[in-house]
């Protein structure tokens, strides 16, 4: 594991120096470039929009320092983090099908089992290990017994905490990690955006997959199972806002949960979202090339033209 923050060796120095130094490292100067980390949401075959996002992102140069997901948005962001570029994950969003993650089964735990899912992330990943990622990755799944959020980072295999983060409840199979049973890792936190503050990032770029539009009466089970996470996202959402300095909020909210064959569809809907987001995004770089201070965000939140949300800090 990384040494702690709170581990910080003094020298033979002055104290006065020591901490001087210390503060330089802790707090980011108003010369230094802008840590933008970027979080992605869950959304299951929606999620694709996460590439859309991506590659605007990519194209206008904006770099990444650090990126986290949470259930579709783990799979993207790890992709993202191995090297994959935005156009190799499209290719795999565009063929991908709800038979390439999970194998229907007869359990009291869930419906589907996500073995598939191994051989789908081996094919798709470039580094299958936290250590071996080209940007640092953090990824959430939830302690089915004590309803926390469980972060993977640094080190360790990757491919089961993805299982893990996709393991919606009643659909999926629970992952078995360590003692415990990990669920979905949108229960515990919907837009993992707090674990990048704590990796660096001094900006967080969340992006949040709206809910799927319903009708009044459920028509199964899993519509009964979204309804219910849809009312809890609605109640919960703050507590992940307050950690992003900039929401993406792609308009995907009448395609289905499982619609793959949208590929094209949700993709554009997340390159268009990310592009109204843009300016804002190119603001901080030009900040700190006009000599103007950056400062870490800390946000209350304004909605902006139903695309994206600004924290300001």
Not at 166 to 176: D, E, I
Request: charged share 20%.
């Amino acid at each position: 594991m990384q040494p702690s923050e709170n581990g910080t060796t003094i020298s033979s120095k002055s104290w006065r120096d020591s901490t001087r130094q210390w503060w330089g490292r802790v707090l980011p100067s108003s010369a230094s470039r802008p840590r933008i980390g970027l979080a992605l949401g869950g959304g299951f075959a929606r999620g694709i929009a996460h590439v859309g996002v991506l590659r605007v992102l990519e194209q206008h140069g904006i770099p990444i320092h650090c990126i986290s997901g949470v259930s579709a948005g783990a799979m993207v962001a790890a992709a993202y983090a191995s090297g994959a570029s935005a156009s190799e994950i499209e290719c795999v969003g565009r063929s991908m099908k709800f038979s390439d993650v999970a194998r229907w089964t007869i359990n009291r735990l869930g419906l589907a089992g996500s073995d598939r899912m191994v051989s789908f992330c081996a094919r798709m990943l470039k580094a299958n290990r936290f250590e071996d990622m080209r940007i640092p990755l953090a990824i959430v799944a939830t302690d089915l017994c004590s309803g926390r959020p469980v972060v993977f980072k640094d080190r360790g295999e990757v491919i089961t905490p993805i299982r893990a983060s996709c393991s919606f409840p009643g659909l999926f199979l629970p992952v078995r990690y360590e003692n415990r049973y990990l669920i979905d890792g949108f229960v515990g936190m919907e837009v993992p955006t707090q674990p990048l503050r704590r990796m660096g990032a001094t900006h967080v770029i969340a992006v949040s997959i709206p809910n799927a539009k319903e009708g009044i009466d459920p028509t199964s089970i899993l519509s009964v199972i979204q309804r219910c996470f849809q009312v809890m996202s609605e109640r919960l959402q703050g507590e992940w806002r307050k950690h992003a300095q900039l929401v993406i909020e792609p308009d995907v909210a009448d395609v289905g949960w499982d619609s793959f064959i949208s590929a094209q569809k949700l993709i554009e809907m997340g390159e268009h979202a990310a592009l109204a987001a843009l300016p804002t995004i190119q603001g901080w770089l030009h900040q700190r090339e006009a000599g103007v201070s950056v400062r870490s965000a800390s946000s209350s939140s304004l909605a902006l033209a139903g695309r994206s949300t600004l924290g300001v800090g």
